[in-house]
């Protein structure tokens, strides 16, 4: 079921190792590059097994505008390949599909305890209309199903309606189907059992397919992990005088006091201390009472906050307070810190981070039929096999080369200059700028230059901005969607003349934009993006010390790596792509670093590389 002529040797192989796992229910850990063709090689394949195997693929990303790939392949496949019948769904987040006004301001869990209120209450229309008392499919919604069936494969987006729910009527629609494209959350959240309840699918019936898969430890971490503060507190007290819940109100009073108590006591000489969890369970119950009662109260008072204001405060509490009973003391960190707003009010933060993504990863992925993961930045693959969970006995690691010619790449560490914290001086940003100017003086087109931060950035920008002879376009930060699609737009049209885009890495352009061609000549990488580390950091480093032996390597240094090479990669992007990558800093030519570059990836260490760019582009028009 390959949708296209012929499969290039590289992906021949990639696709022989899909199939390989498939047949003997193994996992398959895919170190694989841009333009190998990874979409096409994994759901023809895994498509074509399940249909035979009745086993169901899900094909997760970590966005939803990353469904658009699959969703063209499966397209391609259906017309290629008209003799075969299957069905597909894509399915987003239901937040994101649902009408209700004002929805989008919700957090996940947020809308999530919101919907679950006004469903059961019958007060959603959109649900009414697509369901009956008895949770079966309306009439008028069974004939729109019949109609999406002969539609699809569509984007989600695509089924958005202004009189029916579109996520009842695509987990109805996935009940039927042979592959299903979702996001992480989909499969790795709390959440998955009833969703996969409802699409009436087995875990051990299941193939699953992560794409860009470098993102699912800390994307795992985060859904994982809860957090509350004397602000939130706040607001819950005021919610609790609101709806009359005056004995709930002394009892968040009682966890605030406790919090207070622990700050004076953490706090004294910093802005930051680890707490036990134990210490501060007997605390909370001291102040509040026994916390399990205390939470099933908070459940209840949440609900009535819920029907009139859609999110509350009580139920954030609620279940901070039940993922601090409920978890481990090893795989979490829980930390007390002084924090400010952006107004400058100060507050107190207490935070129960996930720091084993495996803790919940390593279930789901040893209950699968298959398991494959995939990223042209999983390296080294023992890595993301040892902190995701996979069983090392039914797991393949396998890396492979770029389908692009070298011919076509030029990828150069410059040494002498470094982002450092202990070397930022102002001869070694001067030097770093003289890089950039030079660079971007022989780079034709557009060129785009990520550093480790915001403030890095800014800095830089000040010393190169009247001397690029190009127009600069800056990233802006916490940009939203419009914003980030007004810039890209801006920059594709700028080529040119030629434009200079100054981000961050693990910013919004540096990681799922593609710039092929013209769009993009040029990628400068300056400095590795490791911040000084906080109590959080601290703890995943040594937990994965403690666990692996390998704390400052799995917790620290090789994430960082990973950052930069994403934002390197988005210089080629197809096989007609020329371009030039250069990584401004030592660091990356030392050995412990330099290990995490693709193995063929072909790299020159000098100096002073501007003539060698001038060289390469000389032939360019």
């Not at 169901?56 to 969703?71: V, W």
């Not at 369970?281 to 205390?294: I, P, S, T, V």
């Not at 080629?572 to 990558?581: L, T, Y």
Request: aromatic share 10%.
């Amino acid at each position: 079921m390959f949708p296209f002529s012929e499969a290039r040797p590289v992906q021949k192989e990639f696709i022989a190792d899909v199939k390989n796992c498939l047949d003997n229910g193994r996992h398959l850990i895919a170190n694989a590059p841009t333009g190998l063709g990874k979409t096409a090689a994994t759901i023809s394949s895994c498509l074509e097994y399940g249909i035979e195997n009745g086993k169901t693929i899900f094909f997760l990303t970590p966005k939803h505008s990353q469904h658009q790939l699959a969703i063209d392949t499966l397209r391609l496949i259906k017309k290629k390949f008209p003799d075969k019948s299957f069905v597909s769904t894509d399915i987003i987040g239901k937040k994101w599909l649902c009408s209700v006004g004002g929805i989008q301001e919700l957090t996940s869990g947020e809308f999530h305890n919101y919907c679950r209120t006004v469903v059961r209450e019958e007060r959603c229309n959109y649900y009414n209309n697509t369901r009956s008392k008895s949770h079966a499919l309306t009439s008028s919604a069974e004939s729109k199903l019949k109609e999406l069936l002969l539609l699809q494969p569509l984007h989600a987006e695509e089924t958005l309606s202004d009189r029916f729910c579109p996520y009842e009527l695509l987990t109805e629609l996935a009940r039927k189907s042979d592959i299903i494209i979702g996001d992480y959350y989909h499969i790795f959240s709390p959440h998955r059992g009833p969703l996969l309840m409802k699409m009436k699918k087995e875990l051990n019936d299941l193939i699953l397919i992560v794409d860009e898969a470098h993102n699912l430890p800390d994307r795992v971490r985060s859904l994982m992990t809860r957090k509350i503060s004397s602000l939130s507190l706040e607001m819950a007290m005021k919610e609790a005088k609101t709806f009359g819940y005056e004995d709930i109100k002394q009892r968040i009073l009682g966890i605030m006091e406790a919090m207070e108590s622990v700050r004076r006591d953490k706090l004294k000489d910093g802005a930051e201390n680890f707490i036990e969890k134990d210490a501060f369970a007997r605390l909370m119950e001291e102040k509040a009472g026994n916390l399990g009662d205390f939470t099933e109260a908070l459940d209840e008072a949440a609900k009535e906050v819920i029907k009139d204001k859609k999110r509350s405060y009580i139920d954030m509490l609620s279940e901070f307070i039940r993922g601090w009973m409920e978890s481990d003391e090893k795989g979490y960190s829980r930390v007390i810190s002084k924090r400010k707003t952006l107004g400058g009010k100060k507050f107190t933060l207490l935070s129960h981070r996930c720091l084993d993504p495996s803790l919940y990863t390593g279930d789901i992925i040893g209950g699968t039929h298959s398991t494959i993961i995939m990223s042209g930045t999983l390296s080294p693959t023992e890595m993301y096999r040892d902190i995701l969970g996979f069983q090392p006995d039914r797991t393949d690691m396998r890396s492979y080369k770029s389908p692009f010619l070298r011919k076509n790449r030029l990828n150069i560490i410059v040494r002498g200059v470094t982002t450092k914290y202990s070397m930022r001086t102002d001869d070694n940003y001067a030097k770093m700028a003289g890089h950039i100017v030079e660079a971007c003086h022989r780079i034709p087109n557009n060129v785009a230059v990520f550093f480790p931060s915001y403030f890095m950035r800014d800095m830089m920008h000040r010393l190169v901005r009247d001397r690029l002879g190009k127009e600069i376009i800056l990233e802006e930060q916490n940009a939203g969607k419009a914003e980030k699609r007004m810039i890209y737009d801006r920059f594709v049209a700028a080529h040119e003349k030629g434009a200079v885009l100054l981000g961050v890495q693990a910013g919004s352009f540096a990681e799922g934009v593609d710039l092929p061609g013209k769009f993009l000549n040029g990628v400068i990488v300056v400095g590795i993006p490791l911040e000084r580390p906080d109590l959080e950091t601290k703890a995943l480093i040594e937990y994965y010390d403690y666990k692996f032996r390998r704390g400052w390597d799995y917790g620290y240094t090789y994430p960082a790596m990973v950052r930069s090479i994403q934002a390197a990669g988005r210089c080629i992007r197809s096989e007609s792509d020329r371009g030039v990558c250069i990584f401004l800093d030592e660091r990356f030519g030392w050995a412990n670093y330099r290990k995490v570059f693709p193995p063929d990836l072909d790299i020159r260490t000098m100096d002073n590389p501007a003539a060698l760019v001038g060289e390469f582009f000389k032939d360019t028009t």
